[in-house]
C-alpha cells in the first residue's frame, strides 16, 4: 500500500501543437481538393466567423477553428508585409 504522505505526480500528455501557418496551408489544400476557391472561402470564414465556409474534408474545418480568427489574419498579413512590401 502506498504511504499517504508523498506526493503522486500525474502528467497530461500535450496535443502536437500546430502552427497557424500549417493550418492555413492544410485547410487551403483541402479546399482546393474539394473543388472550392480557396481564397473566398477563408475570407468568408475570417469575415463571418462561420465554420461552414471550410470543408470538413481532411478535418479542415476542425482544424482551423482550433485558433483564433484575429490570428490567422495576422499569419496572413505579417506574410503578406514580408513577402512585398518590406523589401
Known amino acids: 500500500m502506498q504511504e499517504m504522505n508523498h506526493t503522486q505526480y500525474f502528467k497530461v500528455q500535450k496535443e502536437n501543437e500546430i502552427s497557424v501557418r ?13 473543388g472550392y476557391n480557396p481564397i473566398n ?3 468568408g470564414y475570417i469575415m463571418s466567423g462561420d465554420p461552414t465556409y471550410i470543408t470538413s474534408h481532411k478535418g479542415a474545418r476542425s482544424l482551423i477553428m482550433k485558433v483564433e480568427r484575429d490570428e490567422i489574419l495576422e499569419e496572413l498579413l505579417t506574410n503578406y508585409i514580408k513577402h512585398n512590401v518590406a523589401k
Open 22 to 34: 500549417d493550418i492555413i496551408s492544410t485547410v487551403y489544400i483541402a479546399m482546393k481538393e474539394k
Open 41 to 43: 472561402q477563408i475570407v
